[in-house]
């Protein structure tokens, strides 16, 4: 786990790359961005900054070049903004969490299509007989017998 120190750098650095992105940086490469994470190493020389790009590859791939080519620019506002000794180099990587979601909503979506196809294909049926409770059984001659003698008796 990282120290407070470093996590605080690593959410002022978040800031001040989404700001530059936002009003400095005026390529027309750069496409809808959106910085998610960033991580720095605990002796804060380098910085791993993570984002999205809204769009599809073509858009991604000509932001990546756009964040590269700024990259000196935007290190040396991090470097006044902090006011470090040392500023950390920045590395841009995309983000692989929107594909990660979207992955895992296809997974979810076919498996709760496979659930209600069993569902729907279920019918109800019991294992053994309709009505599984013992019944008393009444033998008929017994009737029969107690029907016989009651007769009997009436006659006397």
Same mark, same amino acid.
């Given at each position: ?5 470093v996590?605080? =750098?690593?959410?002022? =650095?978040? !800031?001040i ?7 400095? =940086?005026?390529?027309?490469?750069l496409?809808?961005v959106?910085?998610?994470?960033v991580? !720095?190493?605990?002796d804060?020389?380098?910085a791993t900054i993570? &984002?999205t790009?809204l769009?599809?590859? %073509?858009?991604?791939d000509?932001t990546a070049?756009a964040?590269? %080519?700024? *990259?000196?620019l =935007?290190?040396?506002?991090?470097? *006044?903004?902090?006011?470090?000794r040392?500023v950390? %180099? ?10 990660t979601?979207r992955h895992l909503e296809?997974?979810?979506?076919r ?6 196809a !069993?569902?729907?294909?279920? !019918?109800?049926t &019991? ?5 599984p409770? *013992?019944k ?15 007769d ?5």
């Open positions: 786990m990282a120290s407070p120190r996590r605080k =750098i690593a959410d002022r =650095i978040q !800031v790359v989404a700001e530059m992105l936002e009003r400095r =940086i005026k390529d027309p490469r496409g809808f959106t910085v998610t994470d991580r !720095v190493t605990g804060t020389q380098q993570f &984002y790009v769009g599809d590859n %073509s858009d991604l000509s070049a964040l590269e %080519s700024a *990259k000196g =935007i290190r040396s506002e991090v470097g *006044k903004q902090l006011g470090m040392h950390p %180099s920045l590395t841009f990587i995309a983000d692989a969490l929107p594909e979601a296809d997974v979810l979506a498996a709760k299509a496979q659930d209600e !069993v569902a729907a294909a279920r !019918v109800e &019991y294992a053994g007989e309709e009505d409770y *013992k008393p059984r009444e033998d008929e001659d017994d009737l029969d017998e107690d029907l016989d003698a009651d009997e008796d009436l006659d006397d």
